[in-house]
């Protein structure tokens, strides 16, 4: 299943882990955005350790796509493709 995973997080150090921890599970899409393709347990031990890294004003966010096959990408994607469909 895929999820979008967003984050506002104001410490630095904090959003410099929760962002190298996110790396490890997805691609970014943008600065404080992920894709992560992961089973529900997957998504439910990432809640986990960053639950255990964030402060109580942080803000974290998971959203489920669901069955949505194609993603559309438009401007500078990954690997400098401008228009991208996976």
């Known amino acids: 299943m895929r999820f979008i995973v967003c984050y506002d997080i104001s410490d630095n150090r904090t959003r410099n ?23 529900i347990n997957t998504v439910m031990s990432l809640l986990q350790d960053v639950e255990q890294m964030i402060d109580i004003v942080d803000k974290f966010f998971v959203y489920p796509v669901g069955d949505v096959k194609a993603v559309i990408r438009l401007g ?11």
């Open 17 to 39: 882990k929760v962002s190298k921890l996110l790396k490890s599970y997805g691609i970014r899409t943008q600065l404080s955005v992920f894709e992560v393709e992961a089973d």
């Open 76 to 86: 500078k994607a990954q690997k400098g493709n401008i228009f991208n469909i996976v």
